[in-house]
């Protein structure tokens, strides 16, 4: 890459596509077809053996969409991305992909409540046993352990704690061990890159900030390439042993020429193939859309949500206000270690009226939306115990850090002043 392409504001622009080798087009075109058609049967074979890459059915990989997976693998400095139909898939793939009946993976307490069900439940019925810790104490991952562990897991800044999580810390255990660390980064893309602080595997729901526009739902995962799986073959038969599905391929030797891309490989060419969560053409040009502006507008998510942190912490009427801006001591340590350029757009507080002053404060706004949902270029509103998490039980709701009054925001790029004036008119209201 050129050196014109090292700053994320440019790569989110230009890299993966520069223009259509056929039109000469300068927006990514989008590919709204299921098939391609092959030069002939010594190229089809060739396809087919993964001796020669390229495009053979939406499915498994499409031209628009293999924009986006390079833009945002650049974007994060991997070696491989796979785009997917939603932040669940992505999630769900990434533990498939090395974990089967018997194993386990660590994950932190601290996830998104979608996540919480699909490891507490969903997995467990697969025969993947989830084992939750809390991520204050990053030897918790270690002693967690067993020769079955396959993956440590966690959400960079996940709220509604909004403690950054300790990726150096835990990704180092898992590099003595021979665990890599998945980490969800849905929450702080540009902001935070979980590869450079050792993370191996990064998961996104692109519905979120990267699509920023709150059109279309998609996933998508990033391999560093920086996870021994050889070294560690016992604990990874999956990418060691001859794959039944592929002609008996043996991942980490099959790919080996085009660089440590096995893990990512692997999940497009048997997981895609076989369970078919693609991400549509359209959206993955929409998610494009998204990535060319994210760089700007994270700096705007950030700054407004800063200044909404500031504005709530003075009001007589809120108890609390969570935002890594006013954290100290070591949670403040972490998110200056992790986070940089700003704290991100999530904002959450309690009010001093509990559960009933929350409901008449969510319905007394008129900007924010009353939506389930973040990282919309619009401010958003939520209350989590009766809504994202309101599956969970009471006690697996207090793990994650949800209590009665906790109002979630998520800091649109409006006019600041704007935003402050509808929470100081809902405020007035919530307080009857
Ligand atoms: N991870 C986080 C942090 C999320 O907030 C969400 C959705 O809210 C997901 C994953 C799941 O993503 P999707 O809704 O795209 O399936």
């Not at 392409?5 to 990514?28: K, M, S, W």
């Not at 194993?103 to 997995?123: C, E, M, P, Q, R």
């Not at 998510?301 to 100290?328: D, F, G, M, R």
Request: net charge negative; proline share 5%.
């Amino acid at each position: 890459m050129s050196p014109s392409f090292t700053r994320p504001e440019t790569i989110a622009l230009h890299a993966g596509y520069r223009a259509d080798p056929t039109t000469g087009a300068v927006a990514v075109p989008i590919y709204q077809t299921t098939s391609f058609q092959f030069r002939d049967t010594e190229h089809a074979e060739n396809l087919f053996a993964l001796k020669e890459f390229g495009n053979i059915y939406t499915r498994i990989m499409n031209p628009t969409t293999a924009v986006l997976e390079e833009r945002i693998t650049a974007l994060e400095g991997g070696v491989g991305g796979l785009a997917l139909a939603s932040g669940q898939a992505a999630t769900t793939f990434a533990i498939q992909n090395i974990a089967g009946v018997g194993d386990n993976i660590v994950s932190s307490t601290d996830l998104y409540g979608g996540t919480w069900n699909l490891f507490a439940n969903t997995l467990k019925t697969m025969g993947i046993e989830v084992r939750f810790v809390d991520p204050a104490d990053p030897q918790a991952f270690a002693r967690a352990t067993d020769d079955r562990t396959r993956a440590y897991y966690a959400e960079t800044l996940p709220n509604p704690k909004l403690h950054a999580f300790p990726i150096r810390e835990v990704a180092e255990i898992g590099n003595q061990i021979g665990v890599p660390l998945i980490v969800d980064n849905t929450a702080a893309p540009i902001i935070c890159k979980p590869l450079q602080h050792g993370a191996h595997i990064v998961m996104y729901s692109t519905t979120k900030y990267i699509g920023g526009h709150g059109t279309s739902i998609g996933g998508l995962l990033v391999d560093g390439g920086t996870f021994d799986w050889e070294k560690h073959a016992e604990r990874f038969p999956m990418l060691n042993q001859p794959d039944p599905s592929y002609h008996g391929a043996i991942w980490t030797q099959a790919v080996k020429p085009l660089g440590p891309i096995a893990y990512i490989i692997k999940a497009r060419v048997t997981l895609l193939r076989d369970l078919g969560a693609a991400m549509s053409p359209f959206n993955a040009f929409l998610f494009i859309q998204g990535v060319e502006s994210l760089p700007l507008r994270m700096e705007r998510h950030c700054a407004n949500a800063a200044a909404v942190a500031q504005y709530l912490n003075k009001h007589s009427a809120v108890t609390k206000v969570i935002h890594p801006s006013l954290w100290e001591g070591e949670e403040r340590r972490r998110a200056d270690a992790y986070l940089s350029g700003g704290y991100g757009g999530l904002v959450g507080f309690e009010l001093a009226g509990g559960r009933e002053a929350g409901r008449r404060f969510i319905d007394a706004l008129e900007l924010f939306y009353h939506v389930a949902n973040i990282g919309d270029a619009r401010s958003l509103a939520i209350h989590p115990a009766t809504t994202t998490h309101s599956q969970l039980s009471p006690e697996d709701q207090l793990a994650t850090g949800v209590t009665e009054g906790y109002v979630r925001l998520s800091i649109g790029i409006e006019h600041v002043d704007d935003i402050i004036a509808d929470l100081e008119q809902a405020l007035a209201k919530a307080a009857g």
